[in-house]
């Protein structure tokens, strides 16, 4: 790490990590990741904004059905991520990240169309990105949201707000489990 | 009055009116400027407060992805000039705020998101300080009251300055709440601002921040430019403080939405065609609803943190700041040691990146298991190996005391035969010999009552402590996840959602592993489908009698075969043991037996035990297939058999070696004098062998598999493309019989910790070598599976089966301490009758007052009344967890009553709106059933219509651009 130690004075890893849940060594970890997505730009200007093209290329979202949606989400200015906004998503998917936190972040990357709310469509697309070059069948797929939605879906209005979401999730073990990055 | 209205004028952006206090409402009728806004904020800051602040909030931000305030752009917002009074009284009031929520608010100390649940969200609190908000939003606004009830303030008509929204006959104002009866209020000005205004304040709506976000944001340009540090913390103080806010608005927007949905949205671009832009619209207006609660939490938290200096703390408060802030830096602290200490972090995100989640929890509790078996073995050797080798050569000598003297000459009696060469090395292998005499076994250890060093004190209470140890570990470990599993267990009808969302592993980074978690999670979704259609079709064919009697009969021939095939696999353990122990003694020191033989005989308990655990679990699964159960049950109960064969061959282990030990009567040593009985000259040691075998094996077992099976089948499968092999394929990393194994092996080393303390040692060691080698084979030998692996689902089995096993190896542990005399012969108890008196005869040396207390807490007496306390502990907590459970229940009823009462709420909207019927007959009467959605939708359509047909629509500033990237 002692390359990236000076990177960052001792008062600026103070604050990120009393405003992440993310330890010293992890955030130097994280701005190593970062730093290896364009060695170059990051060098030349800690604080540089870099693509969307750039940062898909981590390892994690290069292979994220969700990438887009990811980076869209935790993405401030919407055509880039500057390291605090990179911080900030590895944050959210580390291991000391709070489930509810978790569960808030997933339902905007799941929330496609941005409504807060995730229809049958947004359903429809999640699994789409899911299942990838096989898709199911138009049936299974109607069946399936309607058993989401069944499930889910409390009040009956079709769609998963918000409050039925966390409550979904809070009987999903699996998701805390699956929702994070390894540092 | 403070408003300018040419800045409302100027600002092209939102606010339609505001209202003056409660004391004095007055309407400023100069507003009547275009105001493209939704929105209509009103702040009543305060009942004493002469001079009102009153804002509007910017009705277009764009919604920042995670949640947080992006200044706005300058057009786009809502700049409404303050004059300093008035932005003073904001800031007071945000101080008060911050005062009475000072405890979460401190987010450079951290507030956690559980400490924020205590104060509900800040809305509450605001409400509380005496803020009564009120807005009013064009159509629809929604206020969310602290019973998370609705209320919604319904201004059917919109476009219209306050005044004439208060003026004007015809607006309705329906306050509903979902509990108690709608009001309708209004018609004229006064009342509706009245009333309104106690509901809102009764209501302790989020809203409310967003005015006094903006008057931070307007006063001079946030009171001074910040440092780049203080931006920095702001930023990011935005970030963890959007998450709870997030939490707070979309709760109340959960609740809302559709009510939002039907706020109708500023003017949009009238070429813009309503048809498409109904989707977009109730994003906005939902983004914009959230996104003002959030601003108004930012807002007061970057004032907090830009004042932070001047707020003084002072005693207890400030103790207890700089109290958390040290337990916060420690914590933060440890984490750190942590980090780095905790070894193979790289493998294991490979791994993870590899196979996902499921197999990258094998290697963590592989490398939990590491370091907790380092602290055990820390533990023994300090108190119990380094002790004993400085103290070594104190032997016992013939005494007068009996007891010594019997012991003296059982010592000499206990010989071991030492031998060199290849024997020397069979020896270490299996214990014996001048393997047996080192500090690794039992024993070795000697009495040394007298010494400094209470041996035998130290010993037992060490064993104790380790054993107690682990148990606190493992809670400690298995806690959290063990409360997500009952927390699941409660009802599990989410299977379809918890496949979906939570399928995908963030974790994986290899694209061709990616790939196949993509094909997996198909194969998964479909295998569910079919699943369903499965059920659905058994349930159709057993209707037939026939079929069910068929089934029935299957399934008992398979379980009687089961059991059978346990049976048979505990007879074979007993009879090898038996056998294998009777020869090692009577041909111990017979030189011309096959030493290769002997250590084979040795081993054959072992062998047996492995054997039965290596080949009866793929029958078993072979079985199941025919017991046409579902999908789900297979792998649980193929498991839980897997289980019982595990545990059983360890249970029916130890009832033989149990047997042997305590055959027929015993002599003076205590060793058997029955010549039909195997010659133990010292039965702890003899224990602690069997273990260190068992370890030894398993391990050999292991490594032998990746070698020897796993790699050449994978190149086999690789390179040779006949039938059978390619059928067979390349080898699947088992999690389920991976991590049974590693259960197993801790099991061993529980049981074997009394009679042979260096066992932690080796399993440190083993775990050590085993995590590269399963890494070899996770990595190279097996590619990513393709049945996907529900991590949670089999990890509350696993710590069913942890702690299962725990309390199988405590209870021969205890046994042994207080049932079992040790050995005359060998070991430091030799001079006990039981080893617990090591104990016993310390406490009797303690003064008189302790020394009763222990009496007294170790009589029945007192065990009977602590159990009586359990018990009633037990009753207490049963029943808190059914009140919990109807509470669940409860409120989730109210969640879906919530619901309906919200459809029920927005139809009766849609009736007034019909009354009303102004402009809107295009828009049909709709049935109460009817969903929200489409509700919205013709509410937005109904209103949007005619303002199309509205020449003075023109007038309305164009819509600024949601996603303006310079957000």
Known sequence: MGGS???????????????????????????????????????????????????????????????????????????????????????????????????????????????????????????????????????????????????????????????????????APDFVNSFRFRM | MTVKNESLIANPASIEIFISTIESPQLDDNDKGPCPSSKLSILFAGQAAENLPISSS??????????????????????????????????????????????????????????????????????????????????????????????SSVLPERRHSATDAVSQDQRNIVIGNSEEALVYLSKDGEPLVQSAHEISSSS???????????????????????????????????????????????????????????????????????????????????????????????????????????????????????????????????????YTL????????????????????????????????????????????????????????????????????????????????????LDFIQGTGWMEKTLAFHGHYVSNLSGSYNLPLAYILTVLACMLLSLAMMARYTSKSFEAALLNSIDTNFESSNKVFGAWDYGLTDAKAAQLKQKGIHYDLQSEMMEQAFMRTRMERLENKCAMFRLYLARTIINLFIIFMLGAAAYAIVKVTSWSTSYASSHADDSGVDKWLLLLIQYLPSLTITACNALLPPIFELVVKLEDYSQAFIIKITLIRTVFLRLASIIVLLITLYTEITCGPTNECRTT???????????????????????????????????????????????????????????????????????????????????????????????????????????????????????????????????LTYFLCAVPVLYGIFGIHPSRGCGPFRLLDYMNEAIENAVQEWPLFLSNTYDLSTSAAFSGTVIILLCMIIYYLNTMSKAHNQRANLLKEQLIMEGRDKQFLLNKLQEQEQKLGKKNEASPLKKVEQPVAQASEKITQGKQNPRSNDPGEGSFSPPHVVDNPEW
């Open chain 1, 5 to 171: 130690q000076s990177v960052f004075t001792e008062e600026e890893l103070d604050d990120y990590q009393t405003l992440t849940y993310l330890s010293k060594k992890e955030i130097l970890h994280v701005f190593k990741r970062f730093k290896s997505l364009a060695p170059g730009l990051v060098e030349a200007n800690k604080n540089v904004k870099l693509p969307m093209s750039k940062i898909t290329e981590m390892p994690e979202l290069k292979v994220n059905p969700f990438r887009d949606q990811i980076c869209k989400v935790f993405s401030s200015s919407g055509d880039g991520m500057t390291f605090e906004d990179f911080l900030d998503m590895m944050s959210v998917f580390s291991d000391g990240a709070p489930k509810n936190v978790k569960v808030e972040y997933a339902f905007r990357v799941y929330d496609f169309d941005g409504d807060d709310l995730i229809s049958d469509t947004d359903l429809q697309n999640v699994i789409e990105k899911l299942t990838g070059a096989n898709q199911l069948s138009e049936a299974d797929m109607q069946q399936l949201i309607e058993n989401i939605m069944e499930e889910a879906d409390l009040d009956d209005d079709k769609t998963l707000s918000f409050a039925e979401f966390e409550h979904v999730i809070s009987k």
């Open chain 2, 58 to 151: 910017p009705t277009r931000r764009a919604r920042s992805p995670t949640g947080l305030v992006r200044p706005a752009s300058p057009p786009a917002r809502s700049v409404t000039p303050m004059s300093p009074v008035a932005s003073m009284q904001c800031l007071a009031s945000i101080e008060e705020l911050d005062k009475s929520t000072s405890q979460d608010e401190d987010d450079t100390s951290d507030g956690t998101f559980e400490k924020r649940e205590r104060h509900g969200y800040l809305g509450h609190t605001i409400g509380e300080a005496k803020q009564s908000p009120l807005n009013l939003d064009s159509s629809v606004e929604v206020y969310h009251c602290k019973s998370s009830l609705t209320v």
């Open chain 2, 204 to 338: 302790k709506t989020a809203d409310m921040f967003v005015t006094a976000e903006d008057y931070c944001e307007n006063t001079p340009r946030v009171i001074v430019e910040e440092s780049s540090k203080s931006q920095r913390r702001k930023r990011l103080v935005k970030r963890r403080s959007g998450l709870r806010s997030l939490e707070a608005s979309e709760r109340s927007s959960a609740s809302s939405e559709s009510d939002s949905d039907i706020a109708v949205e500023a003017p949009r671009e009238e070429d813009e065609k309503h048809r498409g832009s109904k989707k977009r619209k109730k994003q906005e207006q939902a983004n914009q609803t959230e996104q003002n609660r959030m601003d108004a939490r930012h807002v007061l938290m970057r004032h907090k943190i830009l004042t932070q200096k001047s707020v003084k703390a002072s005693g207890i408060v400030l103790l207890e700041e700089t109290r958390r802030k040290k337990v916060k830096q420690l914590s933060n602290f440890f984490s750190n040691v942590a």
């Open chain 2, 342 to 425: 905790a070894p193979w972090g790289k493998s294991i995100r490979d791994i993870e990146g590899y196979h996902g989640a499921g197999v990258a929890s094998y290697f963590l509790f592989l490398r939990w298991l590491f370091g907790f078996n380092i602290l055990l073995f820390l533990l023994m050797t300090a108190f119990i190996v380094i002790p004993m080798s400085l103290i070594a050569d104190t032997q016992l000598t013939a005494s007068n005391n009996s007891v010594v003297k019997t012991s003296y000459y059982c010592g000499l009696n206990y010989t071991v035969v030492e031998q060199k060469g290849v024997s020397y090395l």
């Open chain 2, 673 to 803: 004098v029955e010549p039909d009985c195997s010659d133990i000259r010292c039965w702890e040691s003899y224990f602690g062998q069997q273990f260190y075998k068992l370890v030894i094996l398993d391990f050999v077992v292991a490594v032998i598999k990746v070698f020897a099976v796993e790699l050449p089948r994978k190149v086999l499968a690789e390179k040779c493309t006949c039938g059978l092999i390619q059928k067979l394929g390349p080898p699947e990393f088992n999690i389920t019989s991976n991590v049974l194994d590693l259960i197993y092996s801790q099991c061993l080393i529980w049981l074997g910790l009394l009679f042979c303390p260096l066992l932690p040692g080796m399993m440190v060691v083993k775990s050590f070598i085993l995590f590269f080698v399963k890494k070899l084979s996770a990595m190279v030998a097996c590619p990513p599976s393709e049945k996907p692996y529900r991590a949670s689902r089999i990890n509350t089995f696993f710590m069913i089966i942890l702690l």
